[in-house]
């Protein structure tokens, strides 16, 4: 069982920045890949981005290449999602997911 903790959402204007956290409990944080994911209202959700167990692999959805990063501290059991020049499309309920494993969700949204 893993429990993910999503945090750092909020309300921030177009070209500003937020870095989102995903605190993970229970079992060993590092055997997971981890991947975030990101519902707008009315729409599905949808992938963010990912990252491999060691770090070393990333992979971004087009709208997120070039803005956001994403990267892990497994000795903090955490993985960060760096979002820069955000716009208002970027406005949705951002999530956590390691295997089958979801957090919660975070709100961001972002003003025009």
């Known amino acids: 069982q893993v429990q993910l903790v999503e945090s750092g959402g909020g309300l921030v204007q177009t070209g500003g920045s937020l870095r989102l956290s995903c605190a993970a409990s229970?079992?060993?944080?590092?055997?997971?890949?981890v991947s975030w994911f990101r519902q707008a209202p009315g729409k599905e959700r949808e992938f963010v981005a990912s990252?491999?167990?060691?770090?070393?692999?990333?992979s971004y959805a087009d709208s997120a290449k070039g803005r956001f990063t994403i990267s892990r501290d497994n000795a903090k059991n955490t993985g960060y999602l760096q979002m820069n020049r955000l716009k208002p499309e970027d406005t949705a309920v951002y999530y956590c997911?390691?295997?089958?494993?979801w957090g919660q969700g975070t709100q961001v949204t972002v003003s025009s």
């Open positions: 997911n390691a295997e089958h494993y």
């Open positions: 229970g079992r060993t944080f590092s055997n997971y890949a």
């Open positions: 990252i491999s167990w060691s770090g070393g692999v990333t």
